[in-house]
């Protein structure tokens, strides 16, 4: 029998931009939304509310924001429009200019969601509601686990770095955590709802800590002590953060993938100093050789940005040499944004934006080399894959411990279970490689 109240049940449509810390807090607004009595909305359904939750990284990541807003807006006309995340923080007068936007909520505001939705005043057509970034010092966990085989855990939030690029210390504030314990808790919690893989995602993630007295590498050893069959990946940590002694751990560990992700943003030490970055080129480079010592297989994932004021050909020629020469898998490219408030834009030396565009395709190309090399370099080698619901007309794609993209005949039934395959050649996309040895 078909239940009709679920018609007259309030209904809600999200949509998430920018990094896995807004993926997990997306989950969380919808979680509170649900307790209110909001149900995700259906496709070819109206929805009564609309939450965006949006990045500024880049004058791209805003412009992807704005799209996003109007494009539901024309799918949802008479939805409530709520604003939320670092481009609300940020300019919240730009986005309350967008013809169909009722609520526009900063940092301090974001998890009050609820409340400011309830009390919206349709006269008033826009609010605005955004305490000043300094004031905001509450930690808010989070945990995303819907219609995702792979969990974000939010254990950290903030940056007290200050690089002259960025404006992240200004869209979300201090760096504030969870305690181990809570953090602990939320993903025991998060297992217990069939989570086989927890990426733990934060601004600042090696900075966790700060608030609470205690340090990174004793949550990490926290949540190795768990019990439960669970894969976890650190999204991304600092390279000054990133401990010898971390990293010797996460190589004698159960549950932490032989995984890592490390911001470089720039291969000579002339441009991290103009980046106000905390570390050199040989300090990174003394990482990689780390990491690779105790696991040679590991996946190593870098952010570099180019383009950035200051960045001479010849210290982006610099910079790609140095990367070149390191052992590593994949490239986070980037191009540089000038950010209204942040330091380098005050900077000389600009670099033209076609010059930025050529930088970033020769980046991109030396990344495809490394990534081509490392995944050739798996073939033949057993493995276990984490199959994910994701396919492909009759196939279906997984990933290795240390994050090689599989590929088989789709099957139901393995969906968010791990099998033991070997790894065959490239698939005819050459976009991953083919399981072989797995029993049907």
């Given at each position: 029998?078909?239940?009709?109240?679920?018609?007259?049940?309030?209904?809600?449509?999200?949509?998430?931009l920018?990094?896995?810390?807004?993926?997990?807090?997306?989950?969380?607004?919808?979680?509170?939304?649900?307790?209110?009595?909001?149900?995700?909305?259906?496709?070819?359904?109206?929805?009564?509310?609309?939450?965006?939750?949006?990045?500024?990284?880049?004058?791209?990541?805003d412009?992807?924001?704005?799209?996003?807003?109007?494009?539901?807006?024309?799918?949802?006309?008479?939805?409530?429009?709520?604003?939320?995340?670092?481009?609300a923080?940020?300019?919240?007068?730009?986005?309350?200019?967008?013809d169909?936007?009722?609520?526009?909520?900063?940092?301090?505001?974001?998890?009050?969601?609820?409340?400011?939705?309830e009390?919206?005043?349709?006269?008033?057509?826009?609010?605005?509601?955004?305490?000043?970034?300094?004031?905001?010092?509450?930690?808010?966990?989070?945990?995303?686990?819907?219609?995702r085989?792979?969990?974000?855990?939010?254990?950290q939030?903030?940056?007290?770095?200050?690089?002259?690029?960025?404006?992240?210390?200004?869209?979300?504030?201090?760096?504030?955590?969870?305690?181990?314990?809570?953090?602990?808790?939320?993903?025991?919690?998060?297992?217990?709802?069939?989570?086989k893989?927890?990426?733990?995602?934060?601004v600042?993630i090696?900075?966790?800590?700060?608030?609470?007295?205690?340090?990174?590498f004793?949550?990490?050893?926290?949540?190795?002590?768990?019990?439960?069959?669970?894969?976890?990946r650190?999204?991304?940590?600092?390279?000054?953060?990133?401990?010898?002694?971390?990293?010797?751990?996460?190589?004698?560990?159960?549950?932490?993938?032989?995984?890592?992700?490390?911001?470089?943003?720039?291969?000579?030490?002339?441009?991290?100093?103009?980046?106000?970055r905390?570390?050199?080129?040989?300090?990174?480079?003394?990482?990689?050789?780390?990491?690779?010592?105790?696991?040679?297989?590991a996946?190593?994932?870098v952010?570099?940005?180019?383009?950035?004021?200051?960045?001479?050909?010849?210290?982006?020629?610099k910079?790609?040499?140095?990367?070149?020469?390191?052992?590593?898998?994949?490239?986070?490219?980037?191009?540089?944004?000038e950010?209204?408030?942040?330091?380098?834009?005050q900077?000389?030396?600009?670099?033209?934006?076609?010059?930025?565009?050529?930088?970033?395709?020769?980046?991109?190309?030396?990344?495809?080399?490394?990534?081509?090399?490392?995944?050739?370099?798996?073939?033949g080698?057993?493995?276990?894959?984490l199959?994910?619901?994701?396919?492909?007309?009759?196939?279906?794609?997984?990933?290795?411990a240390?994050?090689?993209?599989?590929?088989?005949?789709?099957e139901?039934?393995?969906?968010?279970?791990?099998?033991?395959?070997?790894l065959?050649?490239?698939?005819?996309?050459?976009?991953?490689?083919?399981?072989?040895?797995?029993?049907?």
């Amino acid at each position: 029998m078909i239940d009709t109240n679920i018609y007259k049940t309030k209904k809600a449509a999200y949509y998430t931009l920018g990094c896995k810390l807004n993926f997990a807090e997306t989950s969380q607004l919808g979680k509170q939304l649900s307790a209110a009595g909001y149900r995700k909305v259906h496709a070819g359904e109206e929805a009564d509310v609309c939450i965006v939750n949006t990045c500024s990284v880049t004058d791209t990541a805003d412009h992807k924001c704005r799209q996003a807003i109007k494009r539901l807006k024309r799918q949802h006309p008479n939805a409530i429009m709520v604003v939320t995340g670092c481009y609300a923080q940020l300019n919240p007068e730009e986005i309350a200019a967008i013809d169909g936007v009722n609520l526009v909520l900063g940092a301090g505001e974001k998890f009050d969601v609820v409340n400011f939705i309830e009390q919206w005043n349709a006269e008033n057509s826009v609010e605005i509601h955004k305490t000043p970034i300094q004031k905001v010092k509450e930690f808010h966990p989070s945990c995303s686990g819907t219609d995702r085989t792979r969990y974000f855990l939010k254990v950290q939030d903030g940056c007290d770095y200050y690089c002259t690029y960025c404006t992240i210390p200004f869209a979300r504030g201090r760096s504030r955590n969870a305690s181990i314990r809570e953090t602990v808790e939320l993903a025991t919690k998060a297992v217990a709802e069939g989570a086989k893989e927890i990426v733990l995602s934060g601004v600042n993630i090696g900075d966790f800590g700060k608030s609470t007295g205690e340090n990174f590498f004793d949550l990490v050893k926290a949540l190795d002590a768990l019990p439960e069959e669970v894969r976890f990946r650190i999204s991304s940590i600092e390279p000054d953060l990133l401990t010898d002694e971390l990293i010797e751990f996460i190589a004698l560990s159960h549950h932490f993938m032989p995984h890592f992700h490390i911001p470089l943003q720039a291969g000579s030490n002339e441009a991290l100093l103009l980046m106000k970055r905390r570390y050199s080129t040989e300090l990174f480079a003394h990482k990689v050789e780390v990491i690779k010592k105790w696991l040679p297989d590991a996946f190593i994932g870098v952010d570099v940005i180019v383009g950035t004021r200051g960045e001479t050909e010849e210290l982006f020629e610099k910079s790609k040499n140095f990367i070149a020469s390191l052992d590593i898998s994949q490239l986070h490219v980037f191009t540089y944004s000038e950010r209204e408030g942040t330091k380098m834009i005050q900077m000389e030396q600009n670099v033209p934006l076609a010059e930025r565009k050529r930088r970033s395709d020769e980046l991109h190309l030396l990344s495809e080399q490394k990534t081509q090399l490392f995944y050739e370099s798996q073939i033949g080698k057993d493995a276990e894959v984490l199959w994910e619901g994701r396919h492909n007309g009759s196939k279906m794609v997984g990933f290795t411990a240390n994050y090689i993209r599989v590929e088989r005949p789709y099957e139901k039934k393995k969906v968010n279970t791990i099998e033991k395959i070997k790894l065959g050649g490239w698939n005819d996309q050459h976009s991953a490689l083919i399981a072989l040895g797995y029993h049907d």
